[in-house]
Every structure is written in C-alpha cells, then in structure tokens.
C-alpha cells in the first residue's frame, strides 16, 4: 500500500500578519520532509474562495516550487477544477504538461469538479450542468495531451479549433488520471471511466472494502470505458493523523485541527451560511466544541470512540492501515495539515510513521502491486479496446493558419492595387 500526504492550507482566523506566508512555507518544508522519508505522493486541492478551509487557489504553483525541492515523490492534483469557466481545458493541458516536465514526470492528474456554492457561483457555473461540464472537459484536456495536433472540438459548453497544444508531457499518453469521489456513486463513476478514484469521504474500513470492490467489479466489466488514453485503476482513502507514542499527546496535538476540518466542510458544502470576509470559521468551531465537550466531557484516550482513524500511536495506527490494505486500498492519504496543527508536530508525525510504521507496508508493496498488475492486465487491456478514440487528422486535413500580419499585409495590398473599391 502507499501513502500520500493533502493539502487544504488550512488557514483559521485571526490571520495575523505573515501567517499566509509561513503556511505555504511549512507545508514545502513538509512535502520535502514526505519526499526524503520515502512518502509516496504529496496531493494539492484546488478550491476558491473558501477561506479559512482551503488557502489553495493555484495548486500548480505550489506544486511547481515543490517539484524543484523533491525528487521522488509523486505530485499530486487533487485536484484541479476542470470545468471551462475554472481553467480552460488548453490551459489545463499546458499547466499538467509543463508541471509534468519541470517534475521529471512525477505528475498525478486529479480532476474535479466542486460542490461548493461559492466556487460554483463565483464562476457563474450552473449546478444542474457541472458533471456533464466536467466530463466534456475531462475528455478533451485527455485528447489535447495526447494528441499532435489535437483535432479541435465543437462541443455543448466549450469549442476549440485545431491546435497543437504544447509542450507534451513526460508521461504518454498523459499522467495518470484520478477524479475527486465522496460517495459511493462517484467512486462507480471513475471506474466507468477507468481512473483513479480519490475518496475525500471518511468511511472505516468495513465501508472501504464495498467501495473496492464496487470500483474493481466495474473496472472488471465492461462497463469500463476510460475517458482517457490510459486506464489508471487505483483506489485512495484519506484518514486523519498525527502521530507520538503517547496516544493522549497525539489526540491533544492533532484532534482539534481534524475536528475543525470536518466543521468547516460541513458549514461550507451543507449546512452553513457564508458571509464572504465577515464570517468566521474558526470562532463558530470553537463555540460548538465547547459547548459539545461541556456536555459530554470525553477522556483524550477515549476520543474518537474505539476507531481513533490515523491519531494515535504508531500501532494504534499500524493496525488502522492494515485494515484498509486487507480490504484492497491501494493508498491512505494523511489529512496531517488541519485546523491549526503545528508545522514541527506535523514533521514530528511522518518522521514517526516513517521509522515505525511505513516499512512493514513497504515490504509488502512491490509484491502486492505486481500481482494487481498481472491481474488487471487484460481487463485493462479489453476496456482500451471499448473506447472509441479520436481520429488523428490527416496531414490534407490539418488546416493553415494565417498569421495576423500577414492578413493585414494582404488586405492592404488588395486595397492597394484598387481591390478593395
């Protein structure tokens, strides 16, 4: 099984001067640390205008300063917001190219669409139409990666004309593809379009097992047809952590920051009002608590009742993981960065979990992963077969483009020689 490190940047009010800057700061020194310890994948969100919850507008940027300070860890959008009115689906393809270049090809493409009114309208992006947006975009950013030239498109929410959209990516036919899932249906979904499934839901392992086996039965079937040019069957669950061989010190550390990244996703997506620069997270967070631990007092060692999640010691969390890996999760992702979890507690962490936790799940990885390979091997090799690809244009059928002067030039010449009369 391999692990993975996401980022929000978590940025709970009062913002004091130079907090901004500090946050992004830690968090590369983090993905560095992630990085030299052996941590396989560092994931970046892109959200906008959820502040407090989530700081990471242009996820491109961090990882592109990430990937000059790393070598071997896998970058990670998870994800980009695909949908035309977020980025256009050319400058997509030239942001997860060039990421992909600078990296040495250690991109994951994450796609997404969001949920969250503030996102969606701040972008004048119609509920009712942002999946079938998503998935017309998905498609075609797949093509433009792929394809010279890429042929153009005439579709229902963006067109393009025929374009060689560059630079291509070290990864052909492109990096591998994943989609944001936080339910059963969505995690159904990415397997009908053969790619990764990122679950940004909490479900225990129990839960996690009919997630796997939904998403491999149709991976399996021939309900699988990729969206893209390559299929990328991969599962990846997110659990909390923070991690001291003193589980109470773990709980005090590391509980309230994952308690208020629950309480900010849960007033943000379903039931909260915002007020934009007035409301204030943090305080609404810090007043439920309370008033919630005043009518309930809990013992640090009983929080969380008997499934803790990734906070803990390190066999509390060796045996949380060995659940999720008996079941068939390819990744657990650490939500290490939340609330106002400290930056030297949080490297304190992935040093821990990668001396006492990481090797057993290490060992086992190659040969688990090669066994999965040799098993999917041709049913992945039956759904490229199911998809209908783009025909690469012929050379007669590639169009010319006149460059602007040359227009202008041209039309002044007619008007010249008494054409334009």
């Known amino acids: 099984m391999k692990f993975g490190i996401f980022y929000e940047h978590q940025l709970p009010k009062p913002w004091d001067e130079g907090l901004e800057l500090q946050l992004f700061q830690d968090a590369l020194e983090q993905v560095e640390l992630a990085d030299r310890i052996g941590i396989d994948y560092a994931w970046e969100v892109e959200h906008h205008f959820l502040e407090e919850y989530s700081h990471s507008s242009a996820p491109e940027i961090f ?63 119609p509920v009712e139409s942002k999946r079938e947006q998503y998935l017309e975009a998905t498609e075609e950013i797949a093509n433009m990666l792929a394809m010279d030239p890429y042929p153009g498109y005439d579709g229902k929410y963006f067109s393009m004309p025929c374009r060689n959209v560059v630079p291509k990516p070290v990864q052909r036919p492109h990096p591998p593809l994943w989609v944001a899932c936080s339910n059963r249906e969505t995690i159904k979904m990415a397997a009908r379009l053969g790619i990764g499934a990122l679950t940004f839901a909490f479900v225990d392992p129990a839960d996690a097992k009919h997630w796997v086996d939904e998403y491999y039965s149709i991976i399996k079937s021939d ?21 001291h061989q003193d589980r109470a010190v773990a709980i005090e550390r590391g509980l309230e920051g994952f308690e208020f990244f629950g309480f900010a996703l849960g007033q943000l997506y379903a039931t909260g009002i915002h007020k934009p620069g007035r409301t ?45 890996e008996d079941v068939g999760v390819d990744q657990v992702t650490f939500i290490q960065q939340a609330g106002m979890n400290k930056h030297e507690h949080i490297c304190e962490s992935l040093e821990l979990f990668a001396a006492e936790v990481m090797p057993e799940f290490k060992e086992r990885e190659a040969e688990r992963e090669a066994k999965k390979q040799e098993e999917l091997a041709p049913y992945i090799e039956a759904a490229l077969a199911r998809k209908q690809t783009r025909p690469q244009l012929s050379d007669d059928e590639i169009p010319s483009f006149v460059s602007l002067g040359r227009q202008v030039a041209e039309a002044q010449e007619k008007i010249a020689g008494g054409g334009g009369s």
């Open 223 to 243: 309900e699988c047809v990729p969206i893209g040019h390559a299929v990328n069957a991969n599962i990846c669950m997110v659990t909390s952590f923070s991690l």
């Open 63 to 125: 990882l592109a300063a990430a990937s000059q300070r790393t070598k071997n860890i896998r970058l990670g959008h998870g994800i980009r917001q695909v949908i035309t009115n977020y980025n256009h689906p050319a400058r997509t393809a030239e942001c997860i190219a060039t990421l992909d270049l600078v990296s040495g090809g250690r991109v994951e493409f994450g796609t997404g669409e969001s949920s969250a009114i503030l996102e969606l309208g701040g972008f004048d992006i």
């Open 280 to 324: 204030n997270l943090f305080e609404q967070f810090q007043t439920a608590r309370q008033k919630r631990l005043a009518e309930n007092p809990l013992d640090a060692n009983q929080a969380l009742g008997a499934e803790r999640g990734g906070i803990g010691t390190p066999d509390d969390m060796r045996v949380h993981l060995r659940k999720f």
